[in-house]
């Protein structure tokens, strides 16, 4: 209901409580500001997607959690999906969410030529039955990724952590790590599909990062553990 109210461009200061709600749509341009993750959260209780961006909307979410969303539309992005508009997630929590049957984004998918930013965010324990457990990149979409923490993400297929499929997207990466995440087909950590770029930096990693097809991995310096060594 705040976020329907809410004036093009403003910032809603969201409560430091625990909210059950989902199949929340943006569709203007919103600043939502919680009270730290551990203090804000929205609850989707498995009872559908947390949050939708769309019709071109610019957004920035800060200081909360984003758990337990539940995909069933076979569209992906278990917690979050952003279509062609822009998502900026900062001092965030993404964990518990999931998707029904052989469909990619656990957590999240940035699709249809979407863009933004995740800072200081911790992607964790997020589930897909096929590409990107816990981050879908798709569609010629592009994300930077910094200080963040991928954990515990699971995929039926490639990129347990993070997975770039279908045209020219790209991802970089850096100043984070990615642990204790699995991927059936490989790539339990990153995979780049297609003609997807992923760039990483300064980041650090316990599993396996693989380019598919003419996707393209790139060593941008300072990384650590099993890959870009």
């Not at 569709?27 to 769309?54: F, M």
């Not at 069933?72 to 001092?91: E, K």
Request: net charge negative; proline share 1%.
């Amino acid at each position: 209901a705040a976020v329907d109210a809410a004036d093009p461009d403003s910032t809603i200061s969201v409560a430091p409580e625990t909210f059950t709600e989902s199949n929340i749509n943006i569709t203007k341009n919103l600043t939502l500001s919680g009270e730290g993750v551990d203090q804000t959260v929205i609850d989707a209780n498995q009872n559908g997607r947390i949050l939708n961006v769309r019709d071109g909307a610019v957004v920035t979410i800060t200081g909360m959690t984003l758990r337990n969303g539940h995909d069933a539309s076979f569209q992906g992005g278990g917690g979050i999906a952003v279509w062609n508009s822009t998502l900026h997630l900062a001092t965030c929590n993404v964990s518990g969410n999931s998707v029904a049957g052989n469909v990619g984004a656990g957590g999240l998918i940035y699709r249809e030529g979407a863009t933004g930013s995740i800072d200081d965010c911790l992607v964790e324990n997020n589930q897909a039955g096929k590409n990107g457990g816990g981050l879908l990149l798709y569609q010629g979409s592009s994300l930077t990724v910094t200080n963040s923490t991928f954990r515990g993400n699971s995929a039926g297929d490639v990129g347990g952590g993070l997975s770039a499929k279908k045209g020219d997207g790209q991802v970089t990466i850096s100043d984070s790590t990615f642990e204790a995440n699995t991927a059936s087909g490989g790539g339990s950590d990153i995979a780049a599909d297609d003609t997807t770029t992923i760039t990483v930096s300064s980041s650090s990693f316990q599993g396996e990062c693989i380019a598919n097809g003419t996707g393209t991995l790139t060593d941008g310096g300072g990384n650590s553990g099993t890959c870009f060594n």
